[in-house]
């Protein structure tokens, strides 16, 4: 159990940190984003962290679940922007909106998750 929630935890870490460092680096550009991090790192995020609740669940930890619930709305909601920026960039719109939204969101996710206890 402990090595299986090292795992998830560090591949909870991974993602964020694929949304979040491929959104610093390209904050400032106006097209041609490189979404393959925002994608997978949003779906790694979701993944993972239903994988960390039920590991807590089955170990009988206690959960905040006001927070959990906020974090899988917000990380939702990135998931949808990811999803929208790929799909707005293969048609030629604007990605920058659905960028930004799934990048900010993440970091919004990263202060829930270490602020409210
Ligand atoms: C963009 C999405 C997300 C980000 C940036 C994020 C960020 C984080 C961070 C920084 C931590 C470590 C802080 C701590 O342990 O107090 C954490 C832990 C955790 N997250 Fe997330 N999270 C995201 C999505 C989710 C989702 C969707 C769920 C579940 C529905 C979730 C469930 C958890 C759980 C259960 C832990 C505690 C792990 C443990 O120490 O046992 N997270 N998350």
Redesign the pocket.
């Known amino acids: 159990m402990d090595i299986l929630?090292s795992v998830l935890?560090t591949g909870?870490?991974l993602?964020?940190a694929a949304?979040?460092g491929s959104f610093f680096l390209q904050m400032r550009r106006k097209s041609d984003y490189v979404l393959m991090p925002t994608l997978i790192g949003?779906i790694t995020?979701?993944v993972?962290?239903?994988a960390?609740?039920g590991l807590?669940e089955a170990g009988d930890?206690d959960?905040v679940y006001a927070k959990?619930a906020v974090?899988?709305m917000?990380?939702?909601v990135?998931l949808i922007a990811a999803i929208a920026a790929v799909v707005r960039q293969r048609k030629g719109g604007r990605v920058q909106p659905f960028f930004h939204a799934a990048g900010g969101?993440?970091i919004i996710?990263?202060f829930v998750?270490?602020f409210w206890h």
């Open positions: 929630h935890l909870h870490f993602g964020l949304i979040i949003a995020q979701v993972t962290g239903l960390l609740v807590a930890e959960l959990i974090k899988a917000i990380a939702t990135v969101l993440a996710n990263v998750a270490v």
